[in-house]
């Protein structure tokens, strides 16, 4: 089975470039699903058909769905937002402000991993394709299982033991209400659906993510930003789409200095992005109106390779003997040095990258060594470790030399 991950700056074409991908995987013969997780849901727009929150059929071996977040909301989340909807009517918020305010911002993406793990685990699917939210969405949809997973390995179990001793003191000084175990419990059923979807989407074999570009400076800058933020927290980036193009047979001299400007800039995606592959895609001469003009749009895009296919083999994170002690790479293209930081707390690394922050759990052999420094070479952080650490050192931070 394979995950295809279309993201990009918001208006390039990644709706555009998604669907027509899942309707040539449909077309050479396999089982697909498109999805959105886009909350603005032009899938359906782009696809020409009513899409709900279960799959529906498009086209021969094709199905869509969209995410309705408040469906999948009373299902999940009804106990958890029944103690909420209580807190904020204590605290004078009543009504249907109560039940908005009790939906968290980020249950949307939540819902979204959820039900592509379901729909992965379930078997009757060769191919998915999902059509992401713009980037920074995405970037917090796809940080959410590495973040949700600490949060229920390193506090969940303190606050749910906390709230068992403090609930009978609190009952009797203060009309609050206070979660019980069947909130707790909700809780940890609603990560269980989960618990998996990290190790799915950071499979090499089944899972790429592909940025869509337009030839054009800030569209480009974004989606450098996007690839080094994607590999901070493990996901492989197989290809970039470069979308929009302005065709060599146009002639005009209105458009002379925009082709220029898409020929430098399509020379830069090629250089600043190797080596992973760069499919073109030509502005069309009409609107990509119904699934003819998708699949037309697809054939020009990929030609003769498969849509699915593995476009480019790499690790974003990789350990290995260095002399006498080990190194630690994380690819982080495009990074800079100034934006970029790393501190040991612990049998956890904590890597900074521009606004992100991933805590790597380190393996029992680099667990027991100290980190002799790190350095960002070529797009590749690599943090060395040498000798073995004491006991009493694993409780306490260490500065990382070189960051």
């Known amino acids: 089975m394979r995950i295809l991950l279309f993201t990009g700056k918001g208006g390039v074409g990644k709706t555009t470039v998604a669907a027509s991908t899942a309707l040539r995987c449909a077309d050479r013969g396999r089982r697909t699903l498109v999805l959105s997780t886009d909350p603005a849901h032009s899938l359906s727009d782009a696809l020409g058909v009513p899409l709900g929150s279960v799959p529906g059929r498009v086209a021969d071996g094709l199905w869509g769905q969209q995410l309705d977040a408040q469906e999948r909301m009373e299902e999940s989340w009804s106990e958890i937002q029944a103690y909420l909807t209580e807190v904020l009517d204590w605290a004078g918020v009543a009504g249907i402000e109560a039940e908005e305010l009790a939906v968290l911002p980020g249950l949307d993406e939540i819902f979204a991993l959820a039900d592509l793990k379901a729909f992965?685990?379930?078997?009757?699917?060769?191919?998915?394709?999902v059509d992401c939210a713009p980037t920074a969405e995405t970037i917090r949809l796809l940080s959410l299982p590495e973040i949700l997973a600490w949060y229920m390995d390193r506090v969940f179990p303190a606050s749910r033991r906390l709230n068992r001793v403090l609930s009978p003191v609190l009952s009797r000084v203060t009309s609050l209400p206070v979660a019980g175990d069947e909130v707790f419990g909700a809780a940890h059923r609603f990560y269980d659906r989960l618990d998996g979807v990290r190790d799915l989407l950071t499979d090499p074999l089944v899972t790429s993510a592909r940025l869509v570009v337009n030839p054009e400076r800030m569209v480009i800058a974004e989606a450098r930003r996007t690839h080094t933020y994607l590999s901070l927290f493990g996901y492989r980036v197989d290809a970039v789409v470069a979308n929009r193009v302005f065709p060599g047979e146009v002639e005009d001299p209105w458009f002379a200095r925009w082709q220029a400007l898409h020929t430098e800039h399509l020379a830069a995606i090629d250089e600043g992005f190797a080596p992973l592959p760069v499919l073109r895609a030509y502005l069309a001469p009409d609107e990509l109106v119904g699934l003819d003009a998708r699949r037309a749009f697809a054939e020009a895009l990929y030609g003769e390779l498969e849509p699915d296919a593995r476009r480019h083999e790499g690790a974003p994170l990789r350990i290995e003997r260095d002399g006498d002690g080990w190194r630690l790479d994380l690819e982080l293209p495009f990074a800079e040095r100034e934006l970029v930081d790393v501190a040991r707390r612990g049998d956890e690394l904590i890597v900074t990258a521009g606004p992100y922050r991933r805590a790597l759990l380190l393996p029992d052999t680099l667990r027991r060594r100290s980190v002799r420094g790190a350095t960002l070479r070529d797009g590749?952080?690599?943090?060395?470790?040498?000798?073995?650490?004491?006991?009493?050192?694993?409780?306490?931070?260490?500065?990382v030399p070189g960051t």
């Open 380 to 399: 590749t952080l690599e943090v060395t470790f040498g000798a073995e650490r004491g006991a009493e050192a694993d409780v306490e931070p260490q500065e």
């Open 120 to 129: 992965a685990a379930s078997g009757e699917w060769d191919t998915i394709v």
